[in-house]
Each structure stands twice: as structure tokens, then as C-alpha cells.
């Protein structure tokens, strides 16, 4: 216990110094507020992990609410290194092959930026280390003639717990009960038995009790209003995501798609262990193979189903830094059983070296035991590389982009107006600042994508009671969120005004939707150009996000999708303002999307596009060949960038013309084949 105790201490001295200040992306923002509120998190409802999160979020501090989430996980990542030590120490009996590789796995990037932010991925994995912990003890009891029942039920209360709070636990079932048929087949024949263990995992169901009691207070953050028994069964069996998929809205089904998943996988573990680390793993296996094949067999199939099969079979759809953000998460399961591979393969090498040639070294001036102990304390040589080399991947001790991101878009709008916003990180991020700030209480933010929901349109009913809402606006209907997006605009127009961002549909004839800052604006079509200039310079004067080519830190997908919902914004101002005929401003928003270019995002052409355009307004051919030329590299197929150096040289270099018309026409024809 004493040791557990220092590793996750240390682990935890180091972990809380990149913990992040400010709400990440993603669903963070909606786990935070639900822990903040008391109240009920997005499908199936993570109470246990809510319930802790309310105890962290109101430490009597004076931090802000999101670094006392983000807290909890430093602590949560820091005791899953001590009990994977424990495991990894009962297996393999060698103290310095279990601190290498607990270290490791503590020191690769993926696991150490979840120690960092909110999320639930990092209580599964501890539910899941304590279940397979207790898994051990009841094996390796029986080779002391003992088959300690006691462990087997804790390893089922636990993997209940871990099953009932992150469904993907559930893929550990066929490495459970192989290696339990293996251990003690008649387990099987025993009804009683079997029955104990169900009922010790179905003990792990017991902190949704908390589930209803909270829906009954109305919070905020109360996803299905599960009071009653159906809106219950719908969050606990995620029916709105789909029970047996990842999400409905991105999923991709091809089988191309599938294999990209696995690759992908493999891919990040190789990035996270390193080439080195991957040999460790197949040594490791090799090991198990030969000395122990029935706990290879375990390790395997928990790994495989927690990581490549579940991947293939979820088949999240990888087209940008917000589904690879979403996805890499998932990864951290399968990453404590090849923690467990590498720890033996630490112990092959270390008994390989020892056999052949400590043992056979004579030194008058220094004893064995020093020997084996320098030895062995030089496996630590790695993990305490991957940890400088991987701190500042991790750091985010100066991460504020998130807050940014929800200030910058409620001061986008203007006071006692409404905004409709889509997409997880804006919502949820912007809920997190709007909920959290004193600043911003006369705003209506409304999660668009969730009207479709009866339960969030009788939520809105209650917070927003001075809002105008539609005859059947609390009637139940498979209307989609549009329709219902559409009759509360129409609702409501002329009295307040009205924002989006995501989905903004047509309104009515004389109505168009402006960009504002972050934001749109939905205003007469009438509207003069300096109030729509003076609009979003006012806007951008108030933004926390100031300097648009300032070092973020290193590149992670989440904050880089952040940056993209600043870059298109950014794109859209500026071609608005090009539009009105305001050419120098348009270039100072293009200069600054062109700033927050990165590897990662998804499409850099827009603001070169739009550069190039403005010195063509200013009959700047050189400046326009400039940009689009850029355009051009950065995206050699895109049809707009051709059709923009078509253009381009119809004015200013008709030499050329052919060229990038030849060019044009290539790629019309290369899209046109792929929908024969």
C-alpha cells in the first residue's frame, strides 16, 4: 500500500502541473456543468463520475470551476498508475519491469493530456485497473490452494461499476470469462456462484439512483429529464446516440472506413510508445506465449476488443481534428493491457541480460546486488525520457483557447439576445462560460441540435420564460431541430435579436443571416454596410483571443478544431467585407485566419482565396498571384483555388490561362467519376 501510495504521489506532483485552467472541448464542458449543478451529463449519464465532480467543483478555492475538474482527473490518472503498478507487480515480480512500464504508460502523450481535462474515459480506466487488480489476486490464489472467492465478486463489482458508468467495458467479457474458465471452469456449474457474481456486477448499476433525484431538481445540465421510467431507460441505453453505436451523427459504415480505424490505431501507439515501446509489447507477448499463455490470452482479447475491434465496429467517421479529438480518447482502454505486454517484455530483456551475463560477472570491488540494482534502475532510462520529451506535449497550464472560445462567442451577440449554436466544443464550451460568469445572464443560449427533444424544449420553457415559443412548441412530434429552430426564430423576431452558429435556416423573405464576430446574425437585408462593419468591429474589440498568431502550445486536435471555428468565422467576415466593398478590413480578417493555419486544419484555402481576391479588388496582381499561388499549394485539387487562378490570369496573366484551365478541367472530370 505504502508504494502504491508514493507512485500515484509522485505521478500526481508532476500531473498537476500541466492540469488546465480552462475548459478543454469536446463533451468537457457538458461533464463540468452537470458535476457543477448536480445534475444529469449527456447520454448515459456518468452519475458516479458526476457525484465525485460535484465534491472537486466546489472545493472551497479560489480556482476557477473548470480547474477543479480538471483536478479530479490528475488525481483519477495518478491512482490508475498505482493500481496498474499493483497489477503489474503481482505478475511479474519485478519491481523495476513494473515501475518502467507503469511509467511509461503514465508518460505516453494520450495518457498524460487526460490527466489534464475533464472527461469520463479516466474513471472507466480506473474502475477497469481495480477490476482486473482483484481479477489476479483470485488467479494467482489458486496456486496457493486457496481460490479466494472474495476477489472474483470485487472484479465484478468493479467491472460492474466500469460497465455501468462507460459502456465500452462491456467489450472485456470474452477476456474475463476465458481467463475464469481457464482459472476455475467450474465456476460455471455452480448456479450459486454465478448468480453472486451477477448480482455484484449488477451492484455497479447502483449510482444511477442519483439519476432520477437529480432530473427532479431541473438543473441546467439535465439531459432526458430522467424522472420517469422511459426518459430513465432512454439515457441509460443512449437511444438518442443509438444504443449500439458511437453516435448517429458520425459514423462511417464502408469497410475502407473500418480498416482506416485500425491503422489508425495502430498508428497512435506507435506515436504514443514509440517504436521501442511496440518492441517491448511483442517481446513481452513472445514472453507470455512461452511461460504463461492462458494471461497472453487475457491480455489479448482484452486488448484487441477494447481497442481494434471496438474502433472497426464504431467506425467514427476520421474527417477532421474534432472527430480525431472525439476518437483518440477511446483509446486509453486498450492502453493498460499493452501496458501489461510491455512490462513483460521489460522482464524478458531484464532476465535475458541477468542469465547471460550478470550472473557470470565477478567484481572484488563491488557486490552482485549493486550490480543487479544499477541495472535495473536503468530501465527507468525511458519512461523518464518519454517524460521530458512529452511535458511539453502535455502541459496545459496556460491552455485559456477553451474559455476564450465561450466568452468570444457570447460577446459576439449582443446583450438579451438569442443564440442557437451547434457543434459539442461551441456549445458546450460556450454553456460552461455563460453558466459559470456573471457577465452573460441576459443571453438565451440554446444547444440547437437538442430541440428535437421534447424534454430540452420544456427545459427551455422554464429558463427562458420570457421567450415566445410556438403553439406546439411542448407537444410531442418527430419534428427535426430545424423545424423547431425555425418556428422560435419566427417566434420571436422583432423582439430580440437572433444569432446561430452551425445551421442557419432561411427565415423569411427580407431576412438574411450576417457573420458577427464568432457568430451570425440574422438582420434585414436592407442593413448598411457600416453597421455591419461597425457590428463586428465592436465584436472583435471585446474577444479574449486577440493575437491570432500566438504560440497555443502543442498541437492537439480539440484546440485545433477550436481553431478552425475562429478561422471560418474569421473567412466569413472577410468575405463579407470584401463583399460591401471594404477591401483593407476584409485583408486584416484574412491576415488573421491566415494566422491560425495549421497541419491539422481541415481546410486552409478559404482565407488565401479571399486574400488573393482582395488585391485583385485593388488591381494588385502580384499580391494575388501570391496568395493564390499559396492557396494552390497548401490544396493543388481544390476546384475553387482552380477556378480562382482561371480568373486570376484572365486578368493578369493570360499565358496562363490554359494551364490552370487544363487543370480545372482535370479535376471536374476526377469528381465527376467518383459518382458514376
Known amino acids: 500500500m505504502l508504494i502504491f501510495l508514493l507512485i500515484s504521489f509522485f505521478t500526481f506532483s508532476i500531473y498537476i502541473l500541466g492540469v488546465s485552467p480552462s475548459v478543454y472541448g469536446g463533451d468537457s464542458g457538458d461533464i463540468i456543468l452537470a458535476a457543477y449543478f448536480g445534475g444529469v451529463a449527456h447520454p448515459p449519464g456518468y452519475p458516479l463520475n458526476t457525484m465525485i465532480g460535484w465534491i472537486f467543483t466546489h472545493l472551497p478555492v479560489g480556482i476557477s470551476v473548470a480547474y477543479k475538474a480538471n483536478l479530479m482527473m490528475a488525481i483519477v490518472q495518478s491512482l490508475v498508475v498505482g493500481v496498474v503498478f499493483l497489477t503489474l507487480y503481482k505478475l511479474t515480480k519485478n519491481i523495476f519491469a513494473s515501475l518502467s512500464a507503469v511509467f511509461i504508460l503514465a508518460f505516453t502523450p494520450l495518457f498524460w493530456l487526460y490527466?489534464?481535462?475533464?472527461e469520463v474515459f479516466q474513471l472507466n480506466l480506473l474502475l477497469v485497473s481495480i477490476s482486473c487488480y482483484f481479477l489476479i489476486l483470485w488467479r494467482q490464489s489458486f496456486s496457493k490452494k486457496r481460490g479466494e472467492i472474495k476477489f472474483l465478486y470485487l472484479a465484478f463489482l468493479f467491472w460492474g461499476l466500469a460497465v455501468f458508468h462507460h459502456q465500452t467495458s462491456v467489450l472485456l467479457a470474452p477476456a474475463y470469462f476465458f481467463l475464469i474458465y481457464k482459472t476455475d471452469k467450474k465456476i460455471f456449474g455452480k448456479l450459486k456462484s454465478l448468480l453472486k457474481l451477477f448480482g455484484f456486477f449488477l451492484l455497479g448499476f447502483t449510482p444511477y439512483i442519483y439519476v432520477p433525484f437529480a432530473a427532479l431538481r431541473k438543473t441546467p445540465i439535465n439531459w432526458t429529464d430522467a424522472s420517469n421510467l422511459d426518459h430513465f431507460a432512454r439515457l441509460v441505453t443512449r437511444a438518442d446516440y443509438g444504443s449500439f453505436i458511437a453516435s448517429k451523427s458520425f459514423v462511417g459504415a464502408r469497410a475502407g472506413e473500418r480498416v482506416w480505424q485500425v491503422l489508425s490505431y495502430f498508428g497512435f501507439v506507435k506515436s504514443d510508445f514509440t517504436l521501442f515501446g511496440i518492441l517491448l509489447m511483442i517481446l513481452g507477448a513472445v514472453y507470455l506465449i512461452k511461460r504463461e499463455k492462458v494471461l497472453f490470452w487475457f491480455l489479448f482479447l482484452a486488448a484487441f476488443f477494447s481497442g481494434p475491434f471496438f474502433l472497426a465496429y464504431a467506425s467514427f467517421a476520421l474527417s477532421g481534428s474534432f472527430l480525431f479529438g472525439i476518437w483518440e480518447r477511446f483509446l486509453l482502454l486498450?492502453?493498460?493491457?499493452?501496458?501489461?505486454?510491455?512490462?513483460?517484455?521489460?522482464?524478458?530483456?531484464?532476465?535475458?541480460?541477468?542469465?547471460?551475463?550478470?550472473?557470470?560477472?565477478?567484481?572484488?570491488?563491488?557486490?552482485?546486488?549493486?550490480v543487479f540494482l544499477i541495472f535495473g534502475l536503468s530501465f527507468l532510462a525511458f519512461?523518464?525520457?518519454?517524460?521530458?520529451?512529452?511535458?511539453?506535449?502535455?502541459?496545459?497550464?496556460?491552455?485559456?483557447?477553451?474559455?476564450?472560445?465561450?466568452?468570444?462567442?457570447?460577446?459576439?451577440?449582443?446583450?438579451?439576445s438569442m443564440l442557437f449554436l451547434f457543434d459539442d466544443t461551441l456549445v458546450f464550451n460556450t454553456q460552461y462560460v455563460f453558466y459559470t460568469s456573471s457577465d452573460f445572464g441576459d443571453r438565451k443560449v440554446i444547444a440547437g441540435g437538442l430541440l428535437r427533444h421534447l424534454d430540452y424544449r420544456q427545459q427551455l420553457m422554464r429558463e427562458y420564460p420570457d421567450l415566445t415559443f410556438p403553439d406546439n412548441f411542448a407537444e410531442f412530434t418527430d419534428a427535426e431541430s430545424a423545424y423547431f429552430m425555425t418556428e422560435l426564430i419566427k417566434s420571436n423576431l422583432g423582439k430580440l435579436a437572433i444569432y446561430s452558429l452551425g445551421f442557419q435556416p432561411p427565415i423569411k423573405k427580407g431576412y438574411v443571416w450576417l457573420p458577427v464576430g464568432l457568430l451570425n446574425k440574422l438582420e434585414k437585408d436592407d442593413v448598411d454596410s457600416e453597421t455591419v462593419l461597425n457590428?463586428?468591429?465592436?465584436?472583435?474589440?471585446?474577444?479574449?483571443?486577440?493575437?491570432?498568431?500566438?504560440?497555443?502550445?502543442?498541437?492537439?486536435?480539440?484546440?485545433?478544431?477550436?481553431?478552425?471555428?475562429?478561422?471560418?468565422?474569421?473567412?466569413?467576415?472577410?468575405?463579407?467585407?470584401?463583399?460591401?466593398?471594404?477591401?483593407?478590413?476584409?485583408?486584416?480578417?484574412?491576415?488573421?485566419?491566415?494566422?491560425?493555419?495549421?497541419?491539422?486544419?481541415?481546410?486552409?484555402?478559404?482565407?488565401?482565396?479571399?486574400?488573393?481576391?482582395?488585391?485583385?479588388?485593388?488591381?494588385?496582381?502580384?499580391?494575388?498571384?501570391?496568395?493564390?499561388?499559396?492557396?494552390?499549394?497548401?490544396n493543388s485539387h481544390s476546384i475553387d483555388v482552380l477556378q480562382s487562378l482561371v480568373r486570376f490570369s484572365q486578368d493578369c496573366d493570360k499565358n496562363a490561362v490554359k494551364v490552370w484551365q487544363d487543370k480545372l478541367d482535370s479535376e471536374k472530370r476526377k469528381g465527376e467519376s467518383k459518382f458514376r
Open 115 to 118: 490527466a489534464h481535462v475533464a
Open 334 to 370: 486498450s492502453y493498460f493491457f499493452l501496458a501489461i505486454f510491455l512490462a513483460f517484455g521489460v522482464v524478458a530483456v531484464f532476465e535475458f541480460i541477468v542469465d547471460k551475463f550478470l550472473k557470470k560477472i565477478r567484481l572484488s570491488f563491488i557486490k552482485r546486488e549493486v
Open 383 to 416: 519512461p523518464l525520457t518519454l517524460l521530458l520529451v512529452n511535458y511539453p506535449k502535455t502541459d496545459l497550464s496556460g491552455f485559456k483557447l477553451g474559455d476564450w472560445l465561450g466568452h468570444d462567442a457570447l460577446v459576439s451577440s449582443e446583450p438579451g
Open 535 to 634: 457590428l463586428n468591429t465592436k465584436a472583435y474589440s471585446q474577444f479574449n483571443l486577440k493575437d491570432f498568431g500566438a504560440n497555443f502550445g502543442y498541437t492537439h486536435f480539440i484546440p485545433e478544431h477550436i481553431k478552425e471555428l475562429y478561422y471560418f468565422s474569421l473567412v466569413g467576415v472577410g468575405n463579407e467585407m470584401l463583399a460591401r466593398g471594404f477591401v483593407r478590413e476584409s485583408q486584416a480578417y484574412f491576415r488573421n485566419a491566415s494566422l491560425l493555419l495549421s497541419e491539422l486544419l481541415s481546410d486552409k484555402t478559404g482565407a488565401l482565396i479571399g486574400s488573393g481576391d482582395a488585391y485583385m479588388k485593388l488591381s494588385d496582381c502580384e499580391g494575388a498571384k501570391s496568395a493564390y499561388i499559396q492557396a494552390y499549394v497548401v
